[in-house]
T-cell receptor, first 114, second 114 residues
Framework: GNSVTQMEGPVTLSEEAFLTINCTYTATGYPSLFWYVQYPGEGLQLLLKATKADDKGSNKGFEATYRKETTSFHLEKGSVQVSDSAVYFCALSGANTGFQKLVFGTGTRLLVSP | DAGVIQSPRHEVTEMGQEVTLRCKPISGHDYLFWYRQTMMRGLELLIYFNNNVPIDDSGMPEDRFSAKMPNASFSTLKIQPSEPRDSAVYFC???FGAGAQPQHFGDGTRLSIL
């Protein structure tokens, strides 16, 4: 079945540091890939998505590239801010479930200090 | 525009009691999802609806759980009887259209069963 593996957290960085959160997936066919972010006490919000190989999703300075050859969708940001502190979830949806069902990774907590 | 609205935000009740969680999706959205989030199991999809019809309830843990969507603007998730292991944050999300569309999450209901 479809699955997503994320790096364990927490990831602790100083403000303006470079961020990478690794995500790899297992799926049949060509899934769509997503990053969601969850701030304390809130629901998840879509951060970015990519629907085909080599697509790059980007939003708010975050980027991720859909790499079919390595089955990866790593999240990056060049310079993090304290306000980026949150939990980040990688997710996929596959054609075998009509793209409606999202399969989430376990989440990676990011802590950014001033 | 109003997002997905869930109520109550917090619920504390004793084991054996009936619990009803409520969700109002974004107007015009035709898909509605119920998720459960725990530290141990992460984010799990319980059930989802399309145009008020349940499509996949394979994530519903057992017969104590039931979900309904009587109209396009309201859904309930009911647990009867409740057990301590049902303690979790329950999220409702909605989306519009087929394909890999973003899901919009409510802020969740934090449920504690004593």
């Amino acid at each position: 079945g479809n699955s997503v593996t994320q790096m364990e957290g927490p990831v602790t960085l100083s403000e303006e540091a470079f961020l990478t959160i690794n995500c790899t997936y297992t799926a049949t066919g060509y899934p769509s890939l997503f990053w969601y972010v969850q701030y304390p006490g809130e629901g998840l919000q879509l951060l970015l998505k990519a629907t085909k190989a080599d697509d790059k999703g980007s939003n708010k300075g975050f980027e991720a590239t859909y790499r079919k050859e390595t089955t990866s969708f790593h999240l990056e940001k060049g310079s993090v801010q304290v306000s980026d502190s949150a939990v980040y979830f990688c997710a996929l949806s596959g054609a075998n479930t009509g793209f409606q069902k999202l399969v989430f990774g376990t989440g990676t907590r990011l802590l950014v200090s001033p | 525009d109003a997002g997905v609205i869930q109520s109550p935000r917090h619920e504390v009740t004793e084991m054996g009691q009936e619990v009803t969680l409520r969700c109002k999706p974004i107007s015009g959205h035709d898909y509605l999802f119920w998720y459960r989030q725990t530290m141990m199991r992460g984010l799990e999809l319980l059930i989802y609806f399309n145009n008020n019809v349940p499509i996949d309830d394979s994530g519903m843990p057992e017969d104590r759980f039931s979900a309904k969507m009587p109209n396009a603007s309201f859904s309930t998730l009911k647990i009867q009887p409740s057990e301590p292991r049902d303690s979790a944050v329950y999220f409702c999300a909605s989306s519009f259209g087929a394909g890999a569309q973003p899901q919009h999450f409510g802020d969740g209901t934090r449920l504690s069963i004593l």
